[in-house]
Every structure is written in structure tokens, then in C-alpha cells.
């Protein structure tokens, strides 16, 4: 598997139902921020979208997909200047599968979900996003994602058996696509793991260590296979992912460790030699040290102290 694949399965990506909101001009509703990562798609008109902290605001079109990290508040509206009425109130008698609406006429249809992430991980991938992704109809990937958002179109509005199984499989396509954009957009410059994808070298080494984590792999090693010297990796490595190599590695390592922790009856020994450690008592140090606590108190408890630090 590659990187992306693998960091999506280690975060159990669960996307929520729909909502699909159908909106006459003017229109302006204000969403509290997401505390993952909140996906949204325009299937019909425009509008404009706003995140805390940024300036001013993104015009969306028919096609346009957007994703909002960093549980930041948002707003979308038909025009500019129009006061917000907070979702708690737009959405207050919303059922499943139903499609809200904002005045007599339907000038704009988007529908947004969002994205649920194993807690103790979910900063692997939200911490390397920026408050605002955005994929325009335009974009390379665009035929993709034309044929998903109109797959999605059909199931927003008339849901029928087996609809939420359907869009939530809609929503981790589309997410992908958007993270490829982000990717192909950003470039390898301050996006962590991520985005370092896009660097040849660098992208092949974290493909090699997602392929083979338990590999007693050294940076010199990791240069060889990627036809770098040692020095050249590993100030690359460090300068697009954020970390040195074996840092990644380590976190990684943990990571998944502590995931098999919580969802199997494996022994403490067993996952650590899965995941490279002879020992397991190096095991429980390099987790306490990634996790914040020892296995066995984070397989009683299934927490973590505090928000450790990803791998950016």
C-alpha cells in the first residue's frame, strides 16, 4: 500500500451522513468548526465560502469541492454582505436523508459531511492541512470528480436503500481527489508527510518505509535506495516532512502499534516484534516516548496523554 493508503487506514476514516442544502439568493449560513475535517461540494449555482482566520473569501462554482481542517468556523452565502444564520438553526429540523431549504426557489445545492478520525491519530493528517482546500471543477481531476459528485447528486436527492452506504464510499473518493490536488497545488514546501509525497526521492523512501516498517532500515540505507547520499536525505527529508527519517519511522511504527493495541488481543510482544522491536522493553519505551503512556496502561485505557506530537 502507499503512504495515503495506509495513513487513512490507520485513521478508520469514517465520513458522516449528507446534508444537502438547497439556497435562494440572499442566503448566508454560519457553521461552528468541525472537529476533524468537514467536506462540502456545490452540485448546482454558486456561492462563496469563508474560514476563520483567512481573508476575505473563496468564490465556489458548479463542481467545486472544499475540505476545512483545523475545526475552524465557516460560512457559506449566496452574495457578499448577507447575515449569517448559524447552521443550529437552518439544519434544527433536519432528518436523515432529508434536503433543507432556504426560501421558495433554488438559485444553489451544496451538501457537506463530515469526516470522523480515530482520536489518537487524527492529527497524523489534519495537522499537515491548511483551514481551506479547494478543488475546482477545472482542475486535472476533474472528470473523476465529475462523475462522483453526480453519483452524489442522485443519491442527495432521492435517497433510497443503502444511501448512506454510497455517499460516505462518494466522500473518501473525493477526499482522496482533493488531497491530490492539495498536493499537486502545494507543491513539497511546508505540508509535512503529505505533501512531500510529490518529491520523488523523498516519496520513495516513505513508500518504502510504509511497505516495509519493521525493516531495520538506517538513513544511509534509505539514501541508497533512493540514490541520494546519506547528507543530501537526510536534510531533504527532514526539510519536507518536518522530522528526520527515523523519527518518521518511529512514529509510524507506534502508531500502528497502538491502533493493533486497541483492536486486537495480540500480546504487547508480539505487536512489538511486528513492528520491528526485538525487544519489548525498547518497544515500551519508544511508545511512552511517541504516546505519552505505556502499552499496557493505553490498551486498558485507549487513550494517549495529552495531543502528542505527528509525524508532520
Known sequence: MDPLTDVLALLDLRGAQFARLEAQEPWAVGFSGYRHIKFGAVLQGGCRISVAGLPGSVMLGE??????????????????????????EVFADYTEGATVRIGSACDAVVVGCGFDLDEANAAVLVDVL????????????????????????????????????????????????????????????GGGWLTALADRQIGAALALMHETPAHRWTVAGLAAKVGMSRSQFAARFSECVGVPPLEYLVSWRIRSAARELRTTDRTVSAIASRWGYGAESSFSHAFKRVMGVAPGRYRVTGTHAGRETAPR
Open 130 to 189: 491548511p483551514p481551506l482546500v479547494h478543488l475546482g471543477a477545472a482542475a486535472g481531476t476533474a472528470g473523476a470528480v465529475r462523475a462522483a459528485l453526480e453519483l452524489l447528486r442522485t443519491e442527495t436527492e432521492s435517497p433510497g436503500w443503502g444511501t448512506p452506504f454510497v455517499t460516505e464510499r462518494l466522500a473518501h473518493v473525493l477526499l482522496v481527489h482533493l488531497l491530490r490536488a492539495h498536493v499537486a497545488e502545494r507543491g513539497t514546501a
Open 63 to 88: 463542481g467545486d469541492c472544499y475540505l476545512i481542517g483545523s475545526g475552524r468556523a465557516y460560512e457559506l452565502s449566496g452574495g457578499p454582505a448577507v447575515p449569517a444564520v448559524p447552521s443550529a
